[in-house]
């Protein structure tokens, strides 16, 4: 990198944190303490948004498409269900890690299927993957439960100090605190060489390979990374909903990571976390306006966000906001401003 | 960069909004109900029609009962547990409701089950039948039926009917295998042979290769339980690989046969036996009312799936006319237990001691009247208790 000084300090710039960043987690956590009573609903927005993180991993910076993301979540949740059920780890951190793990196993030898083919062999490939361990889940449902799930989990309680309790508050944090030790971690490594290495090979995986990068052990090393990030949301899953049934495998949640994703917006990390806000938040508007009919409307709003196109929506959406910020008028109204032109 | 910086800011905002909709104004003088179904997905016509009969109920029973104001908060959870126990959960704590109800499948009533018990909610099932559902919170009452009550009858009528031997056909999950384990017992009990035992997976509704291996067995007749709203799929394939006409009759618990269907379901079903708890058919005057009610605002027959929630929110309405209004979840229980009433399906009661549905079930037959078809109920077996309980 020494000899790349323009590049290497475009790299360390893009590492710095923004303020908004900061804003951005500290109001995560300021969720917390202002909406008591939508506990679950926000858990299963972090929960996504963990979920869409690891789509980012090898979408946004590596190119590898997948319709079958859910065959980690649901390997991941599978097993933090069964760790629990039969007192394999009874501390619900190790059982997450542990349930990662086993996630990732999965994800470094399927991985070998994913890197031979181009994008549409890569969809096939992820879905088929997925639609097989459902039915594998099906089948041996005197492991699994089958259609009826996991019957009688019991998660005890975090470091045995906190109880999951009803109202999931607990849950809440635990799923918070998860989400964000390994935000840090996905941006350490996006923004390490090894991170720049990857974008290289989305950019032009020819070119990646010529300069010396060994194309595909880097999209293996990434799609196993995907999967324990995957697997781990998979285990939260179980952990904060005491639940794993067949729909953990199902391709509605791939294809609703796709959408959440394509929503946020890919390659930055932050677009999987938006996009889980977004998403989840339409869905349950529209679904308690039209208990019916609420998948027509969400379909709607996704085909006008689509031919809008998310950065000018975006821009409508702030047009206010930079006035005020205008009225300020200082240093960061140009920031601001300037990123509007681009 | 600074464009998704801004994004940033934006779904911070959006997050306030969100969690700002969450309160909502409570009333002292209203009763909540808050009901989940699947009204979207595979068991939507489930929801649709419990959601269609509590509406017709109230229209025809006023919305007020004991001088309360009863208010019903519908819900969707696509039949996906983890929604159902969200959605229940949201439901007693912010929306602070009296009663949770609904509940199209089994793993949907369990989830719900701990939330009932802890805020002490009454959980009314109107759907789904698993037999142990009501063991899992004692605040749970059931108004639809259990697989158990059918299927032990329709496995005991077999015996004596001649008929020897059986393929089973029974969707792989609780209900289906209750269903499976009631006939099964009581049919070998009887001297019958089971030659044939095949599960389908409760999400894939293609019976072909299933059939073939039926058709194979050569049995005097076939038990078929599927979950309402595939029947009419089920029968479909039924005749075209030709089992109509090799002789197999089709017997089981009455789901398959459901009335919402059962008229485009062809002559390939006349004659099939079944035993239920509820015939659109069903001789008397409340039922001709309900039917006639029923059709006229929804222009469709309703199925057992309808009676079930008609029910279950006359259940919620008698009990509080019994407390005078008095809304706590001990009361409602107490009041609810050993509730005895004219049903469209016939007298019904609920057990005070095991909180489950006590009915009759009638052995019926598909006959063609007047060019459609119903399941014409010709033998009645009375005030049957859910043998899964009935046998500790």
Redesign the interface.
């Known amino acids: 990198m020494a000899s790349m000084p323009d590049m290497s300090e475009h790299a360390t710039r893009?590492a710095r944190w923004?303020?908004?960043?900061i804003?951005?987690w500290l109001?995560?956590l300021a969720?917390g303490f202002?909406?008591p009573?939508?506990y679950?609903?926000?858990t299963?927005?972090l929960r996504l948004g963990l979920f869409a993180l690891s789509l980012d991993l090898i979408l946004g910076y590596a190119g590898i498409v997948s319709l079958g993301h859910a065959a980690f979540f649901g390997v991941g949740a599978y097993s933090a269900g069964l760790i629990a059920l039969h007192g394999f780890i009874p501390e619900p951190v190790l059982a997450l890690i542990a349930a990662g793990l086993i996630a990732a196993v999965l994800g470094f030898f399927t991985s070998f299927l994913v890197i031979r083919g181009v994008d549409l062999t890569r969809l096939m490939v992820t879905l088929g993957i997925a639609l097989l361990l459902e039915a594998l889940a099906?089948k041996f449902?005197d492991i699994t439960g089958?259609?009826?799930?996991l019957?009688g989990i019991v998660i005890q309680p975090i470091f045995g100090l906190f109880a999951f309790d009803?109202?999931?508050k607990v849950g809440f944090f635990y799923n918070l605190a998860v989400l964000f030790v390994l935000f840090l971690l996905a941006r350490c490594i996006v923004h390490s060489p090894f991170g720049l290495s990857l974008r290289a090979i989305r950019n032009n995986p020819l070119r990646a390979s010529a300069i010396g990068i060994p194309v595909n052990r880097r999209l293996i090393a990434i799609y196993t990374l995907a999967a324990f990030y995957a697997g781990v949301a998979g285990a939260v899953?179980t952990q904060t909903?005491a639940?794993a049934?067949?729909?953990v495998f199902s391709f509605e949640r791939s294809a609703d990571l796709m959408l959440v994703l394509v929503l946020?917006?890919t390659g930055?990390l932050?677009g999987g976390?938006?996009g889980a806000?977004?998403f989840?938040?339409l869905q349950?508007?529209f679904?308690?306006i039209t208990?019916?009919y609420?998948?027509f409307w969400i379909g709607l709003v996704f085909v006008v966000v689509v031919m809008i196109g998310r950065?000018r929506l975006?821009r409508w959406?702030?047009w206010l906001?930079h006035r005020v910020v205008q009225q300020f008028g200082r240093k960061a109204s140009a920031?601001?401003s300037?990123?509007?032109a681009? | 960069m600074s464009i998704r910086a801004n994004m940033l800011l934006g779904a911070v905002a959006a997050a306030a909004l969100v969690g700002g909709s969450a309160f909502s104004a409570h009333a002292a003088d209203t009763v909540k109900i808050g009901l989940i179904l699947p009204m979207t997905g595979g068991q939507a016509s489930t929801g649709k029609q419990i959601d269609n009969a509590v509406k017709l109920y109230m229209k025809q029973h006023g919305d007020t009962v004991a001088g309360k104001k009863v208010e019903v908060i519908l819900k969707d959870d696509a039949a996906v547990p983890d929604n159902t126990k969200r959605l229940a959960q949201e439901l007693i704590v912010n929306d602070k409701v009296n009663i949770i109800a609904g509940f199209g499948i089994t793993p949907a009533a369990f989830a719900a089950a701990p939330l009932a018990t802890q805020a002490k909610v009454p959980e009314v099932v109107m759907a789904a039948g698993t037999s142990i559902i009501t063991e899992k919170s004692p605040y749970i009452v059931r108004t639809s039926f259990t697989l158990g009550q059918s299927s032990t009858i329709i496995g005991d009528w077999a015996v004596k009917n001649g008929i020897k031997k059986v393929a089973t056909l029974t969707s792989d999950y609780a209900p289906g295998n209750d269903a499976l384990k009631f006939f099964k017992e009581h049919f070998t009990k009887g001297g019958g042979q089971i030659v044939e035992e095949v599960k389908v997976p409760l999400a894939n509704p293609d019976f072909a290769p299933f059939l073939q291996r039926m058709k194979d067995a050569k049995p005097d007749a076939m038990f078929v339980f599927v979950p309402a709203g595939q029947g009419g799929n089920f029968m479909k394939q039924y005749a075209e690989r030709g089992l109509d006409k090799s002789g197999i009759k089709v017997i089981g618990p009455g789901d398959v046969m459901d009335d919402d269907l059962l008229n485009n379901m062809g002559d390939a079903a006349l004659g099939a036996v079944t035993a239920h708890i509820y015939s659109a058919d069903h001789q008397s005057k409340e039922n001709k009312e309900f039917l006639a009610a029923y059709e006229k605002a929804y222009n469709q027959r309703p199925g057992f799936m309808a009676v079930g929630g008609y029910d279950g929110i006359h259940l919620i309405y008698a009990a509080l006319q019994k407390t005078g209004g008095k809304a706590d979840g001990d009361s409602l229980i107490a009041a609810m237990k050993g509730m005895k009433w004219e049903s469209p399906r016939g007298p019904i009661s609920i057990d005070p001691e095991t909180r489950d549905i006590v009915q009759n079930v009638y052995i019926r037959k598909v006959e063609k009247k007047n060019g459609q078809l119903w399941n014409v109920e010709f033998e009645t077996f009375k005030d049957v208790k859910d043998p899964g309980k009935t046998k500790k």
């Open positions: 893009a923004r303020p908004a960043e804003v951005f109001a995560l969720c202002l909406f009573s939508r679950l609903i926000m299963e927005i099906e449902s089958g259609t009826d799930g019957q009803i109202f999931g899953f909903t639940l049934s067949l729909d946020g917006g930055y932050y976390l938006i806000v977004v989840k938040v349950d508007v679904s308690s208990p019916q609420w998948m950065e975006h959406v702030m906001p920031a601001v300037g990123g509007d681009s």
